[in-house]
């Protein structure tokens, strides 16, 4: 499961002010297994995937505030680039294009 948009009005600098709203996914499992390290892979780059989604459709909406919105600042070589491009399968982009429409319909309802 991942956290893909976190939504927030009010509540400024004061947190427990803010009225959140929650969307997410489960792309695998977090489990004791041996697959776990290509799991923690595939739920951490689709939630890359979402929240680079997220920010660049909501641009600078007014009436929203999106939590840690992911920057990609940071340098990944190209042979990590590539593997984890491979990570995003048909049936993982369906269901990250689900879950950024869905909040984008909740933020028109505003």
Known sequence: MIDAAHFVSGGGDEPHLYDYEY???TFDTYGVTEN??????VI???ERATNSELVRRL???ST??????YKGVGYVQAAEREAR???MTPERLRL???LV????EYVASF
């Open 23 to 25: 969307f997410y996914v």
């Open 36 to 41: 776990r390290r290509s799991s923690v892979d």
């Open 59 to 61: 641009g600078t909406s």
């Open 85 to 87: 491009g491979r990570l």
């Open 44 to 46: 951490n780059e689709m």
């Open 64 to 69: 929203t505030r999106h939590l840690n919105e």
């Open 101 to 104: 429409d869905a909040v984008m």
């Open 96 to 98: 990250v294009t689900a």
